[in-house]
């Protein structure tokens, strides 16, 4: 499933032995930037800039807020619409209509194009993001289409002529109509609006929407509903288009359909690959760099090719197939890399001492039955790879899970915890029947699981990563976060996510990148990240793969302590030394099937479990 | 609306639908063994039109200059890729053997052009012109990048789309061209009056298809495509290569698409830019098929070219958009058919 292929694990030479940089303080240079470059652009129109140059940047703001909105669907939740374009058109012929020919307030016309604009991105995120992720960038071709040959069609929004006279915004009393005062509101917006996305990432609902382009699996199985974070990335891009093409009607003062067609929606997307896909500030290099080179090309190619038309967009398709080839990054954060030699990035502030820890579950009863498995069957086609399994497992113990390679162990995981749907038999957690849940409602019962192969968000650090498996003890929405207001819950989630990773020995990882550990750590990084969620069961898929002898001790000491805590553990596992030293009981399968059940002398004292470890004699 | 308009409205959808499914096997098959959504399967439908049209002329299309352009930059990348991989010797004959279709169909077309040859022989030669495309700009764009996700090779399909909508402008200009029709017969049944064009546009169709099915039936060629759109990897290890099966499947679009703008240019005039929503139209007969079904691709292409013609008599002005809506509902009862379709 390639949309949940782990990471590339590529940097295992940068193992857990690999000196780490200290956390130093950033150099005052780059704490002043952001400063300065604000100063910059608040300065700008005071001066004697030519008219022409504020026209751009008014143009390069417009542009960036729609930009922006992909970076977002696009870069981060891994989903792409080529309607962005449209949404700006809706935007813009909403407050053109209601200001030019109703004579109602520009600020009215913002708040109907967002509704319409909510409402039709709505409809379309509903009905295709269900489905693979294609669907909906050919339903967004569809959408911008129809809007456009609508538009252009009705007689009441003016056909191709569109409709004029749109008066400019009144602030406060004071008529932004000249360019220079537009300005300010058009880089306010911008601003706020990268600031907002920038905040949205650093949070809650924010790693999980990280989780959407390559790790919907884990995400799901950690209580996120992917499908409703799909939603609202796709929402949050519409409504950020919808303000530019407010902004837009009101900077040109009149509205045609050409602006807000099929072209321009490609050239959105165009904006936001060449400036960075993933990464805020590249939305407004895409957009800058988009501007100025659309202009000289419109300038250069009719006198070269003799005859006008829309030639830069051979130029535009190139360059978009040739950054996607050779620098799919995109121009900032190139840029930033290079930068990093002298401005190295400050790791995350440690801000979260001292506070109050997340609420836990209250633990089951040792000895109740918090798990059972009845008759569970998985069939693929004619193969069955679960056949009629049967197990309990109670409170306060650590159960085993072993058997010959393609035993059925992982799939019995993957049904327990609800990753996969069975095809028979009945599951009961916690004393609730579970079977045909989704996986996160599993999760919002008390289990928690790691995968077989890591699954984890590789651009994001070690901690992040581990808060995640805190989503379902928290509760900061998009809003909050957007607003910066889930700054208390969020200290909560590391300082929780920190505790896990010390608990592990991971403390010395906390802001690496997941995707630079080698593979034992990023094993040990995922049942951090399971701790998390305060489960009372835990599904630990060959934990002790990668890790060194010493490491393999060491999880074993912390598993026992959490059994002494009062959780319970079911896991598959290779290392016999390991599962026979640690566990209470063991189920033991072979094709499917439960051979046997017993503790471990048992287990090792079958002449089955032997045969099927390594064949019988004839 | 009466029985007789009705007809009438019936064998022009079925016409443009003939067009529209021969459009959605292409992009079907191209998707199914690349995982390329074709956006610019389109631009094929321009450039078949009008290649024919320059030729009508006796002008030598540029897409003539277009196509040894393709082969020669082909074998210059393959060259420095092999020189890379310290293999240029081994691999000299193989690259010139694939750039000399390209640049002998090329030279030849520059011969033929001037000498006014029957419309079928230029057609032919359009053919030989527009096919070879395909396998070259599947080289050029998409082969490197065959492993990357849907998401990037869908905006790499973006790019290709501007970039061969702002050539077949340098190409063809502004002006748009309608070509002569192939046969000028017309009979008479009851109301409706077939035109020969008609005929020969449902008869291509429903022969190609014909031809399709016995390609990914019977020969060894569309078994190993077939097998590629199964599983890659696996197709893979039982030796077919997947870049051979990507630049076979670009090959059979490219001639799909210049066969269908050569079948519907006597019947409408054709821009530059017309392809695109002619190919899109075939999207949304693809899509009908949630982009896997044969069949149902080319059913869903009859019902896109009967909702197009009948919502051009009801409202003319909104024709395309309702086209293009009726996607909606299609995919709304996908989703609810198929709600957990992940992407393998």
Redesign the interface.
């Known amino acids: 499933m390639s949309t949940d292929r782990a990471a590339p694990v590529n940097a295992s030479a940068r193992g857990a032995a690999a000196p780490r940089v200290p956390p130093a303080a950033s150099p005052w240079s780059r704490r002043a930037a952001p400063a300065i470059l604000l100063a910059a652009i608040a300065v700008l129109p005071l001066l004697p800039v030519p008219e022409f140059w504020i026209t751009q940047l008014n143009y390069i703001g417009m542009f960036a807020l729609v930009a922006l909105g992909l970076v977002l669907l696009t870069g981060v939740g891994g989903l792409t619409s080529f309607g962005q374009a449209a949404f700006v058109g809706v935007g813009a012929y909403t407050t053109a209509l209601l200001s030019a020919r109703y004579g109602l307030s520009p600020w009215i016309g913002l708040a109907a194009g967002l509704a319409i604009t909510l409402a039709i991105a709505l409809v379309l995120a509903l009905i295709t993001l269900r489905m693979s992720g294609h669907y909906l960038p050919l339903a967004t071709i569809a959408w911008a289409l129809s809007l456009n040959f609508t538009i252009a069609n009705m007689e009441s929004l003016g056909k191709y002529d569109g409709l004029l006279g749109v008066p400019a915004i009144e602030c406060f009393g004071v008529s932004l109509a000249d360019g220079r005062a537009m300005y300010y509101l058009i880089w306010l917006l911008a601003i706020l609006g990268a600031i907002a996305v920038r905040n949205l990432l650093d949070s809650r609902p924010g790693r999980a929407i990280r989780a959407l382009g390559g790790a919907t699996v884990m995400a799901e199985a950690m209580g996120v509903s992917t499908f409703r974070y799909k939603v609202v990335v796709f929402l949050i891009a519409a409504q950020l288009a919808a303000v530019s093409g407010w902004l837009f009607a009101h900077v040109q003062r009149t509205v045609n359909p050409s602006p807000f067609g099929l072209k321009m929606g490609i050239e959105y997307l165009f904006m936001a690959v060449v400036g960075g896909v993933s990464s805020v500030w590249g939305a407004f290099v895409g957009a800058g760099v988009f501007k100025i080179i659309e202009d000289q090309l419109k300038e250069l190619l009719p006198r070269l090719l003799g005859s006008n038309g829309n030639f830069e967009i051979i130029v535009l398709g190139v360059v978009l197939v040739l950054m996607l080839k050779y620098a799919p990054k995109g121009l900032w954060p190139t840029l930033q890399a290079a930068l990093a030699r002298w401005w190295p990035a400050p790791p995350r502030a440690r801000d979260w001492d001292g506070a109050e820890p997340l609420a836990a579950r209250p633990k089951p009863a040792p000895g109740s039955v918090l798990l059972r498995v009845e008759k569970l069957r998985k069939q693929f086609g004619g193969l069955v790879a679960v056949n009629d399994v049967s197990f309990e497992l109670r409170a306060g113990e650590i159960m085993g899970l072993i058997g010959p390679n393609g035993a059925g162990k992982s799939t019995t995981f993957n049904l327990v915890s609800g990753v996969l749907p069975a095809s028979g038999g009945a599951l009961h957690f916690a004393g609730e029947a579970i079977t045909g849940l989704p996986s996160r409602r599993i999760a919002r019962l008390g289990l928690s699981r790691t995968f077989q192969h890591v699954k984890m968000i590789a651009d994001m650090t070690v901690l992040e990563n581990v808060a995640l498996g805190g989503y379902l003890r928290s509760r900061s929405g998009t809003a909050r976060a957007m607003l910066r207001l889930d700054r208390a819950e969020e200290r909560r989630l590391f300082a929780e996510a920190e505790a896990q990773l010390r608990r592990i020995g991971m403390q010395d990882h906390l802001h690496e990148l997941a995707g630079n550990l080698a593979l034992g750590p990023q094993r040990l990084m995922e049942i951090a990240r399971a701790l998390c969620s305060d489960p009372s069961l835990l599904l630990l898929d060959e934990p002790a793969a990668g890790l060194r002898h010493k490491e393999k001790q060491a999880l074993a000491a912390v598993l026992r302590q959490l059994r002494a805590e009062g959780m319970s553990i079911l896991l598959v596992e290779h290392d016999m030394d390991f599962v026979m030293g640690l566990t209470d009981r063991i189920v033991v399968m072979e094709f499917g099937t439960k051979l046997i059940e017993g503790t471990p002398a048992d287990v090792q004292a079958s002449p089955e479990v032997r045969a099927a470890y390594l064949g019988t004699e004839h | 609306m009466d029985g007789a308009i009705a007809s009438i409205l019936m064998l022009d959808g079925v016409t443009n639908g003939a067009i529209y499914a021969l459009l959605a096997l292409a992009l079907v098959l191209v998707f199914a063994v690349t995982r390329v959504?074709f956006i610019p399967q389109g631009e094929f439908v321009a450039f078949g039109a009008l290649t024919l049209a320059g030729l009508q002329l006796g002008r030598t299309p540029m897409t003539v200059h277009f196509l040894i352009a393709m082969a020669l930059l082909t074998a210059v990348l393959d060259l420095v890729a092999a020189a890379r991989a310290g293999r240029l010797t081994a691999e000299l004959r193989p690259i010139a053997l694939r750039a000399l279709p390209g640049v002998v169909i090329g030279l030849a077309a520059m011969a033929l052009a001037p000498m006014q040859l029957p419309l079928v022989a230029q057609a032919l030669l359009t053919l030989a012109i527009v096919t070879p495309m395909g396998g070259l700009l599947y080289r050029l764009?998409y082969q490197?990048?065959a492993d990357?996700?849907?998401?990037?090779l869908?905006?790499?399909s973006?790019?290709?789309?501007?970039?061969?909508?702002?050539?077949g402008?340098?190409f063809f200009?502004?002006e748009g061209s309608r070509n002569p029709s192939f046969w000028e017969a017309s009979y008479a049944a009851g109301p409706l009056m077939f035109s020969g064009q008609t005929l020969i546009i449902v008869m291509a169709s429903a022969a190609l298809i014909v031809a399709l099915w016995l390609f990914f039936e019977r020969s060894l060629y569309g078994k190993a495509l077939r097998a590629t759109a199964v599983n890659r990897l696996g197709a893979r290890l039982m030796g077919i290569s997947s870049t051979s099966a990507g630049r076979l499947s670009f090959t059979l679009a490219a001639f799909i698409g210049a066969l269908s703008g050569i079948l519907i240019s006597p019947t409408t005039t054709i821009f530059y830019d017309s392809g695109f929503?002619i190919g899109?139209k075939g999207?949304?007969a693809a899509?009908f098929a949630g982009?896997s079904s044969y069949p149902g691709a080319a059913l869903g292409a009859l019902l896109v070219g009967l909702i197009e013609s009948f919502s051009s008599f009801w409202a003319s002005?909104?024709k395309?958009?309702i086209v293009?809506?009726s996607?909606?509902p299609v995919?709304?009862w996908?989703?609810w058919r198929?709600?957990?379709?992940?992407?393998?």
């Open positions: 959504i764009a490197s990048l990357a996700s849907v998401l990037v869908l905006i790499v973006v790019g290709v789309h501007f970039a061969l909508t702002g050539l402008l340098v200009g502004a929503l899109l999207f949304v899509v982009l002005a909104f395309e958009v293009f809506t996607i909606l995919l709304l996908r989703s198929d709600p957990h379709h992940e992407e393998h």
